[in-house]
């Protein structure tokens, strides 16, 4: 399980997409609290990618909406 640390319904969206996306990981389910259920091939590097995708959808929104 992994906390989207999310704002919104999108944000949290777009964040479980970019997990999916991120080799070795698919997020199988979000519930109503912004919690991401997660199946990872390697727990180790999941930490990393997790601090990466939250920069990246950080920097993204920041541009999309301001």
Known sequence: MIE???QSELSTALTAHNLTLTP????IEM???GELFV???DESQSERYI???REIRKNLLSKIFD
Do not use: K, Q, S, T
């Open 4 to 6: 989207a640390d999310c």
């Open 31 to 33: 519930d109503n609290r």
């Open 39 to 41: 199946h990872c091939l």
């Open 51 to 53: 601090r990466d995708v």
């Open 24 to 27: 070795g990981e698919l997020v």
